[in-house]
């Protein structure tokens, strides 16, 4: 397992929380999928239609979309210090789920994409429509990138991922971090230890 150096200090200091899918300004939008490619098997060289990176290990997440406040376990959400239960929603994009710390005014959150079946073939197919997107080191051999409709929520503590759950589904995980840890701390650090836990989570079946 991936050891995240930098993540204890952010979790000290209750830097977690995530963008979902509304537009609100600091708010993370699912990447559109007007665009996606028309074929989405990956090619001989393991990658997708747009240059996505093939899935190797894909997750069974089909008990998770019906619940996907349980992607984060009762002891990480006190390790992450979000002590606000879950907000499960249905929302168009895909069920997901936000964590809530008010006092800190951090949050997390998860989205499971299925408004399309091409999975993180999507956000590459919109690469140059996102002022934001970044490739990442993959997570389990799940395929990573920091992407957002908006420029600058990074400074303000803001990062979303698109993590590539199958070839044909992704998810959309965000964080905020503390206003206390705003312009000290990594907010796509942050994202990626809970993109980490949720993973293992959802390895494990529990």
């Known amino acids: ?47 997708a239609p747009g240059g996505a990176p093939k899935v190797e290990n894909p997750l069974d997440t089909t008990k998770f979309q019906q619940d ?27 069920p997901n789920c936000i964590w809530r710390n008010s006092e800190a005014q951090s949050r997390a959150s998860i989205v499971f994409v299925t408004a399309g079946n091409h999975g993180i073939s999507d956000v590459y197919a919109n690469r140059d429509t996102n002022p934001v997107f970044e490739e990442l080191p993959a997570i389990e051999g799940h ?16 990062c979303t991922l698109a993590v590539g759950a ?27 230890g809970v993109a980490e836990m949720m993973i293992n989570t959802m390895q494990g079946g529990s």
């Open 1 to 47: 397992m991936r050891t995240w150096t930098l993540l204890p200090a952010l979790l000290a200091a209750s830097a977690l929380l995530v963008g979902c899918s509304d537009t609100e300004t600091g708010e993370a939008t699912p990447a559109a999928t007007e665009s996606s490619p028309t074929n989405s098997s990956p090619s001989e060289n393991g990658t």
């Open 166 to 192: 199958t070839d044909q589904l992704w998810l959309s995980i965000g964080v905020k971090i503390s206003d206390a840890t705003v312009g000290q701390r990594d907010p796509c650090v942050a994202a990626q």
């Open 143 to 158: 395929p990573v990138v920091a992407y957002d409709a908006v420029e600058g929520e990074h400074e303000k503590g803001y």
């Open 68 to 94: 996907p406040c349980n992607t984060l376990t009762s002891a990480q959400l006190q390790e992450l210090v979000l002590d606000e239960p879950g907000e499960p929603d249905d929302a168009e994009a895909g």
